[in-house]
């Protein structure tokens, strides 16, 4: 079974684990990657990045580009990005960016539309993403279970807003969860996950200084109308990902925000649950305390994570990624190694 491998520095494919060091294939140069999604209802593997959205058909080993608007943006040099892809199961392909706009394509990415009725969010003014204060991320896009109409973004940072209709017009629900949305996960209809970070724009504007918020895994079960701490008294509270498999909740914290990680002056630990968050039970790991995991995949049914310093301020060249496998019995062991920091995986 392939695995593609999503790093800071481009796409990267392989035959099977374990490998070594060397022994990826570049498949695809497109600077940062954010996501990389395979659907059960659409062929082929779709890719967000730094520089643009593809997909593939073929197993990962070519791609084409979808084309998804980028232009100039005027306060942070560069063009846009990608940070988040869609399909739902109504045809449609959508594509978030961290200007942020929404973009949705009916006819298999060959022209896009910008939805905006997402610009007109009322909390966007007080929207903005850690290192460009004038552009957020949109960093999460889902589709409610068995309702492909209703759409979730998570907005980093900026919270979480709900459209009913395709994403034509938009529910504003910041008031509802923390700013700092890395991640939303549907589990059903009305029970989701999130994970959040520290960036709080209502602490900060009162003062309190930049990224103090409280972070931590969110769980809602009406549907995002309110949302429920499920980590508490967790010190490793700056999270990116969570994985559900098997019953068993997944997740890596770091203890400070990415700037700390330039330095290693921070933690992180790997934490799993067998009872949907009551109780988490913190796991050993290569890698660790500062290495992140940031991305998880069931590879011929084994578990398996990646990791690295990814998204950091100033890019970590010293630090490499790393494949792990979780193994019947819940160790953790390298598997395979880059030389980039992995933020993305997928199984083929």
């Not at 690295?308 to 790393?322: A, I, K, M, Q």
């Amino acid at each position: 079974m392939a695995l593609l491998i999503g790093t800071d520095e481009g796409l990267f494919r392989v035959a099977g684990i374990p490998f070594e060091q060397g022994e990826a294939e570049a498949v695809l140069d497109c600077g940062v990657v954010t996501a990389v999604r395979t659907f059960d209802h659409t062929d082929g593997v779709f890719l967000a990045s730094s520089e643009g959205a593809f997909r593939s058909t073929d197993g990962g080993e070519t791609w084409d580009d979808l084309g998804v608007p980028l232009g100039d943006r005027f306060w942070h040099a560069g063009e846009s990005e990608v940070w988040s892809i869609l399909t739902t199961r109504d045809g449609a392909l959508y594509a978030g960016t961290n200007d942020p706009y929404l973009y949705r394509s009916v006819d298999d990415g060959e022209t896009w539309q910008e939805l905006k009725g997402f610009r007109d969010l009322p909390s966007r003014g007080h929207w903005e993403s850690p290192i460009d204060p004038h552009y957020a991320r949109l960093r999460a896009l889902e589709a409610v279970p068995g309702r492909p109409e209703r759409l979730i973004a998570g907005v980093e940072a900026g919270g979480i807003h709900l459209s009913d209709d395709g994403g034509q017009t938009w529910r504003d629900r910041r008031d509802t969860i923390v700013d700092d949305v890395h991640q939303v996960m549907p589990i059903s209809e009305d029970v989701w996950l999130a994970t959040t970070g520290y960036l709080d724009h209502n602490l900060e504007n009162l003062g309190l200084g930049h990224a103090v918020g409280a972070g931590g895994l969110y769980r809602t079960v009406d549907a995002g109308d309110s949302w429920t701490r499920i980590d508490r008294g967790n010190d490793f509270s700056y999270v990116r990902r969570v994985f559900v498999h098997d019953g068993r909740v997944f997740f890596c914290g770091g203890e400070e925000a990415p700037p700390a990680w330039v330095e290693d002056e921070h933690d992180a630990a790997l934490f799993e649950s067998t009872n949907f968050g009551r109780d988490f039970e913190r796991v050993s790991y290569p890698g660790e305390p500062h290495e992140v995991i940031e991305t998880w995949a069931v590879h011929d049914g084994d578990v398996v994570c990646g990791s690295g310093l990814f998204d950091v301020p100033d890019t970590r060249d010293d630090v490499e990624g790393r494949i792990m496998r979780r193994d019947d019995d819940g160790s953790y062991h390298t598997v395979g190694r880059l030389a980039s920091n992995v933020s993305r995986i997928a199984a083929l």
